[in-house]
């Protein structure tokens, strides 16, 4: 019987304890993390505001996508509560309800089984790029309090928030892509294509006249070989020399299928993920888009794969606006050497 009473008198201590510690306890933890975002203000916005938006990028959605969902209201408008319902125990049950929204605020009661609690998201920004804080404070149950005091719980939720706000980085920037000198850098995956190829180093001002003279001689050794022409005429560039005014280039023909290079014309493959820019305007004006593909490259830390392709899409035969005309430059690519790091092994 001593054993039992001291048990009892164990277990009433060490709830005594624990109702003074969740008396004197935290009754909320504030956990807050931002982010910048390269997309304009309103495309951030949307996607926090309206409920619809969330599994693009809610971390607990990435969980478990097969979570159940229920939206009451109207999706964006004051009242409006979204409802979920998971098995995964990492996500759970519960509600999230709009209670305020302002152009750069919108305020929110959730309850994910510990009973409501606020939470907000302030969207600041322009056009261009975007900060945004996402933020809660946490009200634990009174009988849960004492927990809060050995769980770091801005390190446990604030790393969803984390995760979350990372997803929604990578979603509206992909909406948005940043733009260079007005140009958008685009990925692409271009399949290996075999070109017809006449080489040589050409002066800047006798590029056209290049062209001109060479484009209609591939096409012929092609077909001479039993290929036919399967895509736009290309311009080839391994070398651009701003000092001599030359460049080492070839006037390419794309093929429907591979053949036997002769002494006069070349045959290169090409293939892989690249990075386009599609380009509107005169042919002898593409150095801007060069130039943002440079910058594009410099900050992801990128270097091309020579050659350069521009790729000639319109017919200056059939559209005389050059305005109309259409290029795309791609560069393939590969991660940069970082020459220092080498330079210490």
Request: aromatic share 12%; proline share 5%; hydrophobic share 40%.
């Amino acid at each position: 019987m001593k054993i039992l009473k001291y048990l009892l008198y164990t277990v009433l201590g060490l709830g005594t304890l624990w109702l003074l510690l969740c008396l004197f306890a935290k009754k909320a933890y504030h956990i807050e993390r931002s982010m910048d975002i390269e997309a304009p203000r309103e495309t951030v916005y949307g996607q926090v505001r309206l409920f619809k938006n969330f599994t693009n990028w809610s971390p607990w959605h990435f969980m478990d996508p097969e979570m159940k969902i229920d939206i009451q209201g109207t999706d964006g408008e004051v009242g409006a509560v979204y409802n979920w319902d998971s098995k995964n125990e990492n996500v759970g049950k519960g509600y999230q309800k709009l209670l305020a929204a302002t152009p750069k605020r919108l305020d929110y009661e959730v309850d994910f089984g510990l009973g409501p609690s606020p939470v907000f998201f302030v969207v600041e920004g322009d056009s261009l790029k975007t900060k945004i804080s996402w933020g809660m404070d946490m009200h634990l149950p009174f009988l849960m309090r004492a927990g809060g005091m050995f769980t770091d719980l801005n390190t446990y939720v604030g790393k969803d928030y984390e995760n979350g706000l990372a997803n929604l980085k990578k979603y509206c920037e992909a909406l948005n892509p940043k733009t260079y000198r007005g140009y958008k850098v685009l990925q692409t995956e271009r399949p290996v294509t075999y070109y017809a190829a006449i080489r040589q180093v050409v002066g800047f001002q006798d590029i056209p006249q290049f062209f001109t003279d060479n484009f209609g001689k591939a096409i012929e050794a092609s077909t001479k070989a039993g290929a036919e022409m399967a895509g736009h005429p290309s311009g080839f560039f391994w070398t651009y020399d701003t000092v001599a005014l030359k460049t080492d280039m070839a006037a390419a023909i794309p093929l429907n299928k591979q053949i036997k290079p002769s002494d006069e014309v070349q045959v290169i493959s090409v293939g892989g993920k690249a990075l386009l820019i599609e380009y509107l305007g005169d042919y002898a004006k593409t150095g801007e888009a060069h130039s943002a593909m440079d910058e594009y490259m410099a900050e992801k830390k990128l270097q091309s794969i020579p050659p350069v392709i521009e790729e000639y899409v319109t017919d200056p035969a059939q559209e005389p606006d050059t305005a109309k005309w259409l290029t795309r430059i791609l560069y393939f690519v590969t991660a940069k050497v970082d020459s220092s790091a080498m330079e210490k092994k």
